[in-house]
T-cell receptor, first 109, second 115 residues
Framework: GQNIDQPTEMTATEGAIVQINCTYQ??????LFWYQQHAGEAPTFLSY??LDGLEEKGRFSSFLSRSKGYSYLLLKELQMKDSASYLC??????????WGAGTKLIIKP | ETGVTQTPRHLVMGMTNKKSLKCEQH?????MYWYKQSAKKPLELMFV???????ENNSVPSRFSPECPNSSHLFLHLHTLQPEDSALYLC??????????????FGNGTRLTVT
């Protein structure tokens, strides 16, 4: 079967750095997405990786290793507004999106 | 403003009621989706429409019935639901179904409670 694993919950301190990991086992790979979802709101697109390496977008970076079936989302200079759930999703060989259950990130002052 | 608008935001209905969820996208996309989101579970794809044609029905019970009159509008008709159907129902759109790098754009969802 196809599977995406992410930690259920993480806690970090305002101003610090946090890394949210995502491991996947899917039938084929056609890209990996990260989304942010604040409570009661729509998931919003953060990043897309299809080649190995690091993609940087301001305070957020996303890394992919296809050989290891592994990605992480790195958040720097954490702000209170970064408290949200972070969803990892992989496109399989049929271009279907396989979703993780999400990681709830709690930022403390 | 997300570009994808869902109504209502909240809905409470009894098991014998009939109601409809509405979704509208203003992004010029050709694919629209219904997802179910339950606490601590991955998003569950329910239905997909690509250029107004239904391309996916993920073994969804017949008490859920989708309708896509045009590329901008999507409905989910609900009848004789069960308490386990209580969840957040998310609508999404994308340029086309299955395009590699094309992300989904989500609405804020309808929080459904079945009593």
């Amino acid at each position: 079967g196809q599977n995406i694993d992410q930690p259920t919950e993480m806690t970090a301190t305002e101003g610090a750095i946090v890394q949210i990991n995502c491991t996947y086992q899917t039938s084929g790979f056609n890209g990996l997405f990260w989304y942010q979802q604040h409570a009661g709101e729509a998931p919003t697109f953060l990043s897309y990786n299809v080649l190995d390496g690091l993609e940087e977008k301001g305070r957020f970076s996303s890394f992919l290793s296809r050989s290891k079936g592994y990605s992480y989302l790195l958040l720097k200079e954490l702000q209170m507004k970064d408290s949200a759930s972070y969803l990892c999703a992989v496109r399989d060989s049929n271009y279907q999106l396989i979703w993780g259950a999400g990681t709830k990130l709690i930022i403390k002052p | 403003e997300t570009g994808v608008t869902q109504t209502p935001r909240h809905l409470v209905m009894g098991m014998t009621n009939k109601k409809s969820l509405k979704c509208e996208q203003h992004l010029g996309h050709n694919a629209m989706y219904w997802y179910k989101q339950s606490a601590k579970k991955p998003l569950e794809l329910m239905f997909v429409y690509n250029f107004k044609e239904q391309t996916e029905n993920n073994s969804v019970p017949s008490r859920f019935s989708p309708e896509c009159p045009n590329s901008s509008h999507l409905f989910l008709h609900l009848h004789t639901l069960q308490p386990e159907d209580s969840a957040l129902y998310l609508c999404a759109s994308s340029q086309e179904e299955g395009q590699g790098s094309s992300p989904l754009h989500f609405g804020n969802g309808t929080r459904l409670t079945v009593t």
